[in-house]
């Protein structure tokens, strides 16, 4: 049985809906766009460059790499771990690009580390015809430590510098220098935007019901006529493009100047907690992990300078940053494994009802 035989067919009242559902959404999609792309005029202090560079920028980046694993792990129920090591993949390759070959644009640059990470990711998925669970993620492990050690390992990679670290050269883009962080602002949002619009594409697609029917139940999924195999790999692929143009804009845009060691396993737990925090199978969820993952740290330090007037060093606080997240992530895998996400929908819900019936 095919596929198709499965799938709903779309009558002239399904295209009805289909118009009325964009009608609805495309609004909201571009006062979303508008209220992110203002939100460094309307939130007073948002347009320093600190706010830019060092929150607004990486906010951005880590929300894309979440994307990416949430396509994989929250769509297609697929577990990894070699997140950073995608990451690093598609900012080595970007970097390769750009410096041996200066004609290429900008942005052909960070698709080539995409595709490269891609690449990677397919066969990083090769083992999930097989392995499911804790196994595969002990494949994607090895993947990560594989790449850290290519990339110290053989100096080709970093233009024969024998630690691995690389600079970036200098952003340009249509003939013009991006080196204000206003500039890089623009930059990382407009191509975090497009590939958000991309990923929700997918996830209302035919694609994305495959994906669905995999994680649900991939032996239900090969019975209709779905390619189980196929559809892993394509997940695997897709993530690790989002991961590897994630990792091009943060060695590019936000560091400048890398080496191996920014793509530690740490980075891939980050990710795994962005997506475990915000919310697991929603797209929103991963900005909204995003910004709790770096802004809550910020409000720690704050309510610790003003309750503790400073009697708490860096260090200590930095424990206690990490015992507070682990104590959320178990929180939200027990109470609500749906996340922030979930949380605010379901607010949402309430508020819009709340004078015609009780909490």
């Not at 959404?25 to 992110?36: D, G, T």
């Not at 993949?89 to 070959?101: F, S």
């Not at 779905?226 to 943060?250: D, E, H, M, N, Q």
């Not at 178990?330 to 494994?337: A, D, G, M, N, Y």
Request: aromatic share 12%.
């Amino acid at each position: 049985m095919s596929v198709a035989r499965v799938l709903p067919i779309t009558t002239s009242a399904g295209q009805g809906a289909a118009w009325q559902h964009r009608a609805v959404l495309v609004p909201r999609l571009a006062a979303a766009a508008l209220l992110l792309a203002g939100a460094i005029w309307a939130v007073p202090g948002l347009a320093d460059d600190y706010w830019l560079s060092a929150i607004l920028v990486p906010f951005l980046i880590l929300s894309l790499a979440a994307l990416g694993l949430n396509l994989l792990t929250g769509f297609a129920g697929q577990l990894s771990v070699g997140t950073a090591a995608f990451m690093a993949t598609g900012a080595y390759t970007a970097y390769n690009v750009a410096a041996r070959l200066p004609d290429v644009p900008l942005l052909v640059a960070f698709a080539a580390g995409g595709l490269a990470a891609a690449l990677l990711g397919a066969l990083a998925g090769l083992p999930s015809g097989r392995i499911k669970g804790f196994y595969l993620v002990v494949c994607t492990l090895a993947v990560q430590f594989f790449v850290e050690w290519a990339f110290t390992r053989f100096r080709w990679f970093s233009g024969d510098n024998s630690s691995g670290q690389v600079a970036v050269p200098a952003l340009r883009l249509g003939g013009h220098l991006l080196d204000t962080p206003r500039a890089h602002y623009w930059l990382v949002l407009g191509v975090v935007g497009a590939l958000t619009w991309v990923a929700r594409n997918i996830a209302h697609s035919e694609l994305g019901r495959r994906f669905l029917a995999v994680r649900d139940m991939d032996t239900a999924a090969a019975v209709i006529g779905i390619p189980v195999l196929r559809t892993k790999l394509l997940a695997f692929a897709i993530s690790s493009f989002y991961c590897g143009v994630a990792g091009a804009l943060w060695g590019f845009v936000y560091l400048g100047a890398f080496d191996p060691r920014a793509w530690e396993l740490s980075r891939s737990f980050q990710v795994l907690f962005i997506i475990i925090i915000g919310g697991m199978g929603s797209l929103a969820g991963s900005f909204v992990g995003a910004a709790f993952m770096l802004l809550f740290p910020i409000l720690m330090s704050r309510v610790a300078s003003t309750l503790l007037s400073g009697t708490i060093d860096q260090g200590t606080l930095s424990n206690y940053q990490k015992i507070v997240f682990g104590a959320l992530i178990i929180f939200f895998l027990i109470k609500e494994p749906l996340g922030l996400a979930s949380v605010g929908r379901a607010l949402w819900r309430r508020v819009r009802v709340w004078p015609l019936r009780q909490w």
